[in-house]
């Protein structure tokens, strides 16, 4: 039997059983199982923006500009082939038509650094769907089955390019969140919305991000004898440092390291019963390293392979059923690894990502994101 407080004793004298006593006392942590389902909703909405607005996969190959030739002739066989960093007409990134009357001063490469001129300013708007089907589980408790989905959509404003090679960005970004919660007792059915903004900044080979946001989940309860419905409003700010290590023109190694804040309102709310529930607001933090390999295949195809492992600490959250303080729920920590491929085409670039994730949360996540470069 699962350690309770001893009130909760008297419910299992009346009841006879403690499946009795789940069903009793899994409404009172409906709220517990909607907050953490937050905070595995904000991981994946500042990963995966922050990731997005660091730029392509092919952003990160080569560290010095190379510049190319175009020859009408050879373009056909030369063009999506390595070495090509930094020519614009594959990755679509800067206005001078990538053609032939392009000048050394106007084909620039990222770093701009073999010529003295600026490079144009670069914009770009994104979209991204994300599904993930976990099992969640608790250091205090069993877990619980949740699907969610994912969508939000970007604005990268006026990438800018300072001295000694100092690039900077900032953007927008914000989208919805639809999520399903259940186990034998109880099941959750929540949707919400969040928006963000963001900051970054390149620095020869290292990538400094910053990011902030704000939403609210609107939770519907339902169990095997009442219905409550409760909202749970969140913000958080996220922090990720990564650095650039191009082993070849094709092949980069990008370690980074991530920490994010989220601190989630939690819901009072009485069951049918009219037993009253009380819950403490939350303030969760995330600490993730991670390993990035990014690799170009060749022709314009683009592959990276990642692995994170997320430590999750917080405090709060605890949980009171008629003025008796009940064990609180706590995330575990997880590893995340995962595939991708990309493509440039034109001004669009299209990657597609499956995921695998161990540990507090058992499951599958995969996706899609689409970028449109101006």
């Known amino acids: 039997m699962k350690k309770i407080y001893l009130s909760s004793l008297l419910v299992i004298l009346l009841f006879g059983s403690t499946n009795a006593l789940a069903a009793n006392f899994h409404p009172a942590y409906a709220n517990a199982f909607a907050t953490n389902s937050i905070i595995d ?21 080569g560290q010095r500009a190379k510049f190319v030739k175009h020859d009408a002739e050879d373009e056909k066989y030369l063009y999506g082939t390595t070495p090509m960093y930094g020519w614009p007409r594959l990755y679509g990134e800067y206005r001078d038509g990538g053609d032939s009357t392009a000048t050394p001063t106007t084909q620039i490469g990222r770093n701009g650094g073999d010529v003295p001129e ?12 994300q599904h993930f089907d976990n099992y969640m589980k608790f250091k205090n408790y069993e877990g619980i089955d949740t699907n969610a ?9 006026a990438e800018r390019q300072h001295k000694n090679n100092i690039l900077s960005k900032w953007g927008v970004f914000g989208g919805f969140t639809s999520d399903n919660q259940k186990n034998d007792f109880i099941n959750i059915d929540g949707n919400g919305g969040f928006a963000g903004l963001y900051t970054g900044y390149t620095i020869n080979n290292i990538n400094l991000s910053f990011a902030i946001n704000a939403g609210t989940l ?6 095997d004898y009442n219905g409550v419905e409760f909202a749970n409003a969140w913000a958080g700010a996220a922090l990720k440092t990564t650095y650039n290590i191009a082993l070849t023109d094709s092949f980069t190694l990008q370690p980074s390291f991530y920490a994010g804040y989220t601190w989630i309102s939690s819901a009072n709310y009485a069951s049918a019963s009219n037993d009253s529930i009380n819950n403490q607001n939350i303030n969760s933090f995330e600490l993730t390293p991670e390993i990035r390999a990014i690799t170009h295949m060749g022709k314009g195809w683009f592959a ?32 995340e690894y995962g595939f991708a491929i990309e493509k440039s085409i034109d001004r669009f670039n299209i990657a597609v990502n499956i995921d695998r994730r161990d540990g507090g949360l058992r499951g599958w996540a995969g996706g899609f994101n689409l970028k449109y470069i101006f």
């Open 41 to 61: 909703i904000q991981h994946s909405i500042m990963m995966n923006s922050i990731q997005i607005f660091n730029g392509t996969a092919a952003a990160a190959l």
């Open 118 to 129: 600026k490079r144009p300013e670069v914009s770009n708007l994104w979209l991204t769907w």
């Open 149 to 157: 989905d994912l969508i939000m959509a970007g604005l990268t404003i």
């Open 218 to 223: 609107y939770n519907n309860l339902e169990t």
């Open 304 to 335: 990276s392979f990642d692995f994170k492992y997320a430590f999750m600490l917080g405090h709060g959250g605890d949980v009171f059923f008629n003025g008796t303080q009940l064990e609180d729920l706590s995330a575990k920590d997880y590893a």
